[in-house]
């Protein structure tokens, strides 16, 4: 076999392999899920005789995964029975859109709720305090500085800022406190220069503040005394925690996180697709996808539908290398984007985090390929390199060059093409657009590859 005739083979085996390629991440998406799915910690069941408290860490940032973490163990407690639940905060703050969910989750149970501020109840979190039924505060503990603030660090909208206000003032009035306090924390306007807040600076309470204000029933130690001061000493205590899936899933939610997933998603199955196998691109390709679906689906944001609609987007574009013509690429690819954007409760970030997947992926393939494609032993596995050039071997038509003014007879009328017979070689050619009758005598003017000019040869152009 000639190499030309190995590279047409290889062009027609192209689509073949990449369809291959395509259903075997497919299949390996298929493999990851499934168990991640199962890793979704169940319910523990929990038996007493006596009362029962539910300790509910609220920590870190507010985020959709913590919703999810919070409705589980609240939806637990009312299950079991539980007397109380102790929200122990400890939280910077976070999405308002969490916040929100995790408040009305808060105000739908009729299991008692107190907010224990274990340091900090700041923006968010203090918004979840307000929700709970009483709050309790650390000495030392802070509670306030609520203002929104969009992802750039800058202050929100009018539109998001009165949303905001409304739900603080809520929170507030839901349990009789007085929501003058609760304002002054998320708006600048509100002059209480009495409590460090004059006008153009957020409020925030410290613990004394707090019990002046009657935005706290009092000041504890550590939880033990809280559980003292409440009278649920003897009580049997269930301190909830956050599952391994839980704990993930709240990682992968990360504003910061998604964007990075989906870069890494896309960078490694286009690698994929144009290297030999199926090897660390498309693995990792995968898995970054796999991720993002199963942290969305245990934060509550994505459900079996977007998992479906991304396999038929999958399933699509393998057909379009079966059946070509474009449509069922574009309508794969648009089941794709599709699936991505009903996964998420955020529009706009998810906009952006596919802008920003969709640049690193073009900027680094131009990087890989145009800067160190000649260097890196990696890349040149990867990408094709060969070409059919003259060096290389490859000859697509000789050039008859030694046949110019060569002399012979048209063997058959040239209207313009016939043939010639040339120093005794039959030969196809062509005149310069006149008609020459068989037999005349003819020479070569030039060739052109495969084309061979020729012209009739007169008595006078022989002398």
């Known amino acids: 076999m000639t190499k030309q005739e190995g590279r047409v083979r290889m062009k027609n085996n192209n689509g073949r392999k990449k369809a291959v390629k395509l259903l075997s991440l497919s299949f390996y998406l298929c493999l990851l899920i499934i168990p991640l799915l199962f890793s979704i910690t169940l319910e523990k069941g929990h038996s007493s005789n006596g009362e029962l408290v539910y300790v509910i860490p609220v920590e870190e940032t507010v985020e959709k995964g913590l919703f999810a973490f919070l409705d589980r163990s609240i939806t637990q407690a009312e299950k079991n029975g539980a007397s109380m639940i102790v929200l122990e905060i400890h939280t910077p703050g976070g999405a308002v859109d969490a916040a929100t969910e995790i408040g009305k989750r808060i105000r739908e149970t009729e299991v008692p709720i107190v907010a224990f501020v274990n340091n900090d109840a700041i923006s968010a979190g203090a918004f979840i305090a307000l929700n709970a039924d009483e709050i309790y505060m650390t000495k030392d503990a802070r509670m306030g500085a609520a203002a929104v603030i969009d992802q750039a660090g800058n202050a929100a909208d009018e539109k998001a800022n009165s949303y905001w206000l409304a739900a603080m003032r809520t929170a507030a009035e839901h349990n009789g406190r007085d929501a003058t306090y609760a304002l002054a924390m998320a708006d600048k306007e509100i002059d209480l220069p009495k409590y460090g807040a004059e006008k153009g600076k957020l409020l925030t309470l410290t613990a004394d503040q707090a019990i002046e204000v009657k935005y706290a029933e009092g000041i504890v130690t550590n939880r033990a005394e809280l559980l003292n001061v409440l009278g649920f000493q003897n009580a049997s205590v269930e301190v909830m925690e956050v599952s391994f899936a839980e704990q993930l899933a709240r990682f992968i939610t990360h504003p910061i996180v998604v964007p990075i997933l989906l870069s890494i998603g896309s960078l490694g199955l286009v690698l994929e697709l144009y290297s030999p196998g199926f090897g660390i691109p498309g693995i990792m390709g995968a898995s970054a996808l796999v991720l993002f679906f199963f942290g969305h689906l245990v934060a509550g944001l994505a459900g079996m539908e977007s998992i479906i609609l991304f396999v038929i987007g999958i399933v699509l574009i393998l057909v379009e290398f079966f059946i070509p013509g474009g449509i069922l690429g574009l309508i794969g690819f648009g089941a794709i984007l599709t699936s991505l954007f009903i996964a998420?409760?955020?529009?706009?970030?998810?906009?952006?985090?596919?802008?920003?997947?969709?640049?690193?992926?073009?900027?680094?393939?131009?990087?890989?390929?145009?800067?160190?494609?000649?260097?890196?032993?990696?890349?040149?596995?990867?990408?094709?390199?060969?070409?059919?050039?003259?060096?290389?071997?490859?000859?697509?038509?000789?050039?008859?060059?030694?046949?110019?003014?060569?002399?012979?007879?048209?063997?058959?009328?040239?209207?313009?093409?016939?043939?010639?017979?040339?120093?005794?070689?039959?030969?196809?050619?062509?005149?310069?657009?006149?008609?020459?009758?068989?037999?005349?005598?003819?020479?070569?003017?030039k060739t052109e590859g495969s084309r061979v000019v020729v012209r009739e040869l007169n008595e006078y152009d022989e002398q």
């Open 344 to 445: 998420t409760d955020n529009i706009a970030h998810m906009a952006l985090s596919l802008v920003i997947a969709i640049g690193v992926t073009v900027l680094a393939i131009f990087i890989l390929f145009k800067v160190f494609g000649k260097k890196m032993k990696l890349i040149k596995r990867i990408v094709l390199s060969d070409s059919t050039n003259t060096e290389s071997g490859y000859v697509s038509n000789k050039n008859r060059v030694e046949l110019v003014d060569q002399v012979g007879f048209a063997l058959t009328a040239l209207r313009p093409s016939g043939t010639a017979l040339i120093n005794n070689e039959r030969i196809d050619v062509v005149t310069e657009g006149g008609y020459i009758e068989k037999n005349k005598k003819i020479k070569v003017l």
